[in-house]
């Protein structure tokens, strides 16, 4: 009974506005992917690391984590799809049947604790087929009709049934398996792919379980983003 985790670096990652990918933008003197990969396998429960990479660049990011002396497990690097869910499905093709477990766990998320990862495993291990770590909404939500530059509300959905899903998420494998053959027709178009995993599991009629996320966990998308990371990173946030 083994762990796998697939690692998505696959994003051009435009909203930061860099010239290259954004699994590949520098965090500390590391690029994001080798922080996020060095996180899960520090935790001391994945296995084996699959990462999909961006198009052309599947010997840089293989020759990245190669050459890095923390990552201790097997690693096979695969080229990325047009979406995310394409490129979770190309990890999945690529993983061996005797992980029973899997995660996916995206790169713009790089400083994830060791403790989080644990938590999910832990849960999917214990009987839940797919776990999502969650952080409660703090701030008020509405639900609004899109469109214009002013949007009707259509309601105040109560923040306290809420939660601000994160990643690594994990499942059992054969779910996350089945989930995403279920919904393969989505992966060719960001329109209609699923924004993460739980969701195809979700599509299945199937339970989807949280458990509490981290605030560490956040997720890299702007500028911003990547300055708060890096103080993190720092010990100062």
Partial sequence: MTTLAILTAAG?????????????VDLGGSPL????????????????????????????????????????VPVTVVGGGPTRQASVAAGLEAAH??????????????LIPADLVQRVVKA???????????????DTVKQVTPGGDVEPVVATPDRSVL???????????ELLVR?????????VSEDLAATDDAGLVEALGEPVHIVPGDAA?????????????????????
């Fill in 12 to 24: 051009s990652g435009a909203r930061l506005g860099r010239d290259l990918p954004k699994a590949l």
């Fill in 33 to 72: 992917v080798l922080h996020a990969a060095r996180r899960l396998v520090g935790s001391g429960v994945v296995d084996a690391l699959i990462v999909t990479a961006p198009d052309g660049l599947r010997d840089v990011v293989s020759d990245l984590l190669a050459a890095d002396d923390r990552i201790t």
């Fill in 97 to 110: 049947a005797r992980h029973d477990v899997v995660l996916v766990h995206d790169a713009a998320r790089p």
């Fill in 124 to 138: 999917v291990r214990a009987g839940h087929g797919a776990v999502v770590p969650g952080l409660p909404v703090t």
């Fill in 163 to 173: 939660r601000a899903v994160q990643t690594p998420q994990g499942f059992a494998r």
């Fill in 179 to 187: 989930a995403h053959e279920a919904g393969r027709e989505r992966a």
């Fill in 217 to 237: 966990a956040a997720k890299i998308t702007t500028e911003r983003d990547l300055r708060l990371a890096e103080l993190e990173l720092e010990g100062r946030a």
